[in-house]
């Protein structure tokens, strides 16, 4: 590429409001592309319009201005990039890659009488996998190699190997209601906005090695990838998207400054500098400097 400029990114999903870990996970990735000098963009994830919301995607743009984060470039929206996600799957069928699934959630869960993968995902048994013919109105999946094991390397987590054969098996990249799935979508659109590094939450680290398959399918980098520990509230449960409570919304309502959030994320990230707004700690930014485990939210604000 001869261009090692990193591009951060910052890609919510409109399907809730924003809460404080998505507020950590956003000003991390913000905090590491521009202590680096490099460029965030933004892209809005509103494929799944089934539950995506346009007050979400108004909630979410607010919010990231409210933390003081800015991005580079026009604000892409998934929804908006079905022709290259098309392309995608094309390129993926035309290379034998992809084959067309009838199978119903229930047909497959039960044909399936092994115990799902790790994640309570259910590994799909291939049903589909030597069907003749190309039926009118199906999903579409990936077809794994025999092991489906990948290798990755995670800057917080370290190296890790996944099965996705032992996970989820051959995985679904487009679905019945006719839109790329949400892997297919992330590795496209990661591409044509250039981004080299990727920073969110652990609950989507299993995802990760579908993501580095597809992107050697498709011929595309790999980005490096960072999965942060979620944030616990002071129980140590996860925060839950609809844990309005903890919404920064709530947070805005209840008095809480926005400098208060950064400040609380910054020293959950290992960082030592001074100041009030997100770019007050622009500064380089190490991952090896990120304590582990799952920070708490401060108990004033529960
Ligand atoms: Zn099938």
């Not at 604000?75 to 119903?104: D, F, M």
């Not at 309570?120 to 990936?142: A, I, K, L």
Request: charged letters at 25%; glycine letters at 12%; hydrophobic letters at 40%.
């Amino acid at each position: 590429m001869g261009n090692l400029e990193v591009v951060g990114r910052l890609a919510p999903s409109p399907t809730g409001w924003l809460h404080l870990g998505h507020a950590r996970s956003f000003l991390a990735a913000w905090w590491s592309a521009r202590g680096a000098g490099g460029r965030v963009v933004l892209r809005i994830e509103d494929l799944d319009s089934s539950r995506a919301r346009p007050e979400f995607v108004d909630g979410v743009l607010r919010d990231l201005q409210w933390l003081g984060l800015d991005w580079d470039g026009p604000v892409v929206l998934q929804s908006e990039r079905r022709e290259a996600h098309r392309a995608a799957l094309e390129e993926l069928a035309g290379k034998g890659l992809a084959y067309p699934c009838v199978c119903t959630r229930k047909e497959i869960d039960q044909a399936v009488s092994a115990p799902h993968g790790a994640d309570g995902e259910v590994v799909y048994p291939g049903t589909c996998r030597d069907r003749e013919g190309s039926p009118e109105r199906s999903g579409w999946r990936f077809r794994l190699s025999d092991s489906g094991d990948v290798g990755f390397n995670d800057l917080l987590a370290g190296a890790q190997v996944d099965s996705v054969a032992e996970q989820v098996g051959d995985f679904v990249i487009w679905t019945k209601a006719d839109e790329a799935a949400y892997q297919l979508a992330v590795v496209v659109d990661d591409a044509f906005q250039g981004v080299t590094e990727v920073v969110r939450g652990e609950d989507l680290l299993a995802s990760t090695a579908r993501q580095a398959l597809l992107q050697e399918a498709l011929g595309l980098h790999h980005p490096n990838w960072v999965h942060l520990p979620l944030v616990q509230d002071g129980g140590g449960r996860r925060l839950a998207k609809r844990a309005g409570s903890l919404s920064l919304g709530a947070l805005r309502d209840s008095k809480v400054e926005p400098q208060a959030i950064v400040q609380w994320a910054a020293k959950s990230l290992g960082m030592h500098g001074e100041g009030g707004t997100a770019q007050d700690f622009v500064e380089p930014f190490h991952w090896f400097n990120v304590p582990g485990g799952s920070p708490r939210v401060p108990s004033d604000w529960l």
